[in-house]
């Protein structure tokens, strides 16, 4: 497992046990509303055993949430310190940098004509 995938788990457990907390049921209760054992929702909730899609998607409707609730409760944070990820963002933000900087560019060049228009004493009367 590498340390970003362990993390993410760890957010995603955490997540489990804030919903069902929230929806006021014991680690038994969750259990027995989704044909789990106890222990499998303690390890879940630990980040030791990973949900597949369809258990986390039995665990929100038991809890009453939606699975981007769940999944966005802290969980994309996990990822967000991951070298790679870190420099895919840096990439992104350098690119949206260059567009914008062309952009502007093309933006000075219409107001310039714009300024130049309206200041050419050939078009007045």
């Given at each position: 497992m590498t340390e970003p995938t362990d993390a993410f788990y760890a957010h995603l457990g955490r997540a489990i046990a804030t919903a069902r907390q929230c929806a006021g049921l014991k680690q038994q209760d969750l259990a027995a509303a989704i044909g789990l054992s106890r222990p499998s929702i303690g390890n879940f909730e630990q980040g030791t055993q990973r949900p597949a899609l369809h258990t986390l998607l039995a665990i929100c409707a038991a809890t009453n949430i939606t699975i981007g609730d769940l999944i966005n409760d802290g969980t994309a944070r996990a990822f967000a310190s991951h070298p790679a990820i870190n420099a895919a963002q840096d990439r992104r933000t350098a690119l949206r940098a260059i567009k914008i900087r062309a952009e502007m560019?093309?933006?000075?060049?219409?107001?310039?004509?714009?300024i130049e228009s309206i200041d050419d004493p050939d078009d007045e009367p």
């Open positions: 560019r093309k933006l000075d060049g219409m107001l310039e004509s714009l």
